[in-house]
């Protein structure tokens, strides 16, 4: 049996519950922004001063430059001016909108606490074809020795086992979840985001 029909199970069962036409599993939110930054090419993104520090990183991670303003959100933001939202504070039925990449976030403190992942929500399908590649080395949902490896990716998927959670807690999920609200320090403060890498 391949292990990894756990992870499409949960996928589907994610896109069906948002309203996607498709859903990629990732290791975390985290990893889901940095390859819709890198899938997207971006340049100059503009995001929130305050949100998590791993949003800068994957940004420049991929490439990108940051911009900070000083605005207050809820539950999800988009990263400026492309089509990503980072949706780690969302999670409720019917919640994607067409045209955007939506990153979502199942750590433990999340909507849905599997410990750790993500996805990614989108309606285009060759994206998701590169998400699958790029998150799991390059490699095809098939045993090692059956593949041909088509690209240098990442490793970033997810594991069954938490899939598996993600499938049981979804058996009973909710249809409708308030936005979560953290409290976040200004990233300005910090100095570190202002030149990309080196």
């Not at 029909?5 to 985290?30: K, L």
């Amino acid at each position: 049996m391949n292990p990894f029909v756990t992870v499409q199970q949960f996928e589907q069962v994610v896109a069906e519950y948002t309203g996607s036409p498709y859903a990629v599993a990732i290791d975390s939110c985290t990893g889901a922004l940095f390859l819709t930054c890198k899938y997207l090419e971006v340049k100059e993104v503009t995001i929130p001063a305050r949100t998590y520090v791993s949003v800068p990183c994957s940004v420049i991670h991929a490439g990108g430059t940051v911009v900070m303003e000083d605005v207050s959100w809820a539950g999800a933001y988009q990263l400026k001016p492309y089509p990503i939202w980072d949706c780690a504070c969302r999670f409720t039925k019917d919640m994607y909108v067409p045209g955007t990449y939506q990153c979502l976030s199942f750590q433990y403190k999340k909507h849905l606490p599997i410990g750790r992942g993500g996805m990614i929500l989108t309606d285009n399908i060759e994206a998701v074809k590169w998400f699958k590649l790029a998150r799991f080395h390059g490699r095809h949902e098939v045993p090692l020795m059956e593949d041909t490896p088509a690209m240098v990716g990442w490793h970033l998927y997810m594991e069954p086992e938490r899939a598996s959670r993600g499938l049981t807690l979804m058996s009973s999920y909710p249809k409708h979840n308030d936005d979560l609200n953290f409290e976040y320090p200004d990233l300005r403060k910090f100095g570190i985001y202002d030149s990309p890498l080196l």
